[in-house]
Nanobody, 122 residues
Framework: VQLQASGGGLVQAGGSLRLSCAAS????????MGWFRQAPGKRREFLAA????????YYADSVKGRFTISRDNTKNTVYLQMNTLKFEDTAVYYC????????????????WGQGTEVTVSS
């Protein structure tokens, strides 16, 4: 499985961005997908995850109500819509797939994209 994240950039506080993660490989629709981020000097932080069917989603409290995870299994792509962005959302954002355990634990994921950088100006 290869994951390619995109959509990052520079945005003003209060603005929005939509990140995309395109996946290659078989059986995308059966794979749990997650989004994480890592700011300089900080640990990788869980943001959101979605089941293969898209029916179940799970969010970190820090982004609940502002970020929305979704997927299009016809395009092998998962999205992260980010609204009302704050300066503290500045980080490199990663998508990941196939957690063997808890969806919110980074170490449980088998595959990772290369990251896309988001910078929020205050």
């Amino acid at each position: 499985v290869q994951l390619q994240a995109s959509g990052g950039g520079l945005v003003q506080a209060g603005g929005s961005l939509r990140l995309s993660c395109a996946a290659s490989g078989p059986t995308f629709s059966s794979r749990v997908m997650g989004w994480f981020r890592q700011a300089p000097g900080k640990r990788r932080e869980f943001l959101a995850a979605i089941s293969g069917s898209g029916i179940s989603t799970y969010y970190a409290d820090s982004v609940k109500g502002r970020f929305t995870i979704s997927r299009d299994n016809t395009k092998n792509t998962v999205y992260l819509q980010m609204n009302t962005l704050k300066f503290e959302d500045t980080a490199v954002y990663y998508c990941a797939s196939d957690p063997s355990g808890a969806w919110f634990v980074a170490d449980e994921y088998d595959y990772w994209g290369q990251g896309t950088e988001v910078t929020v100006s205050s």
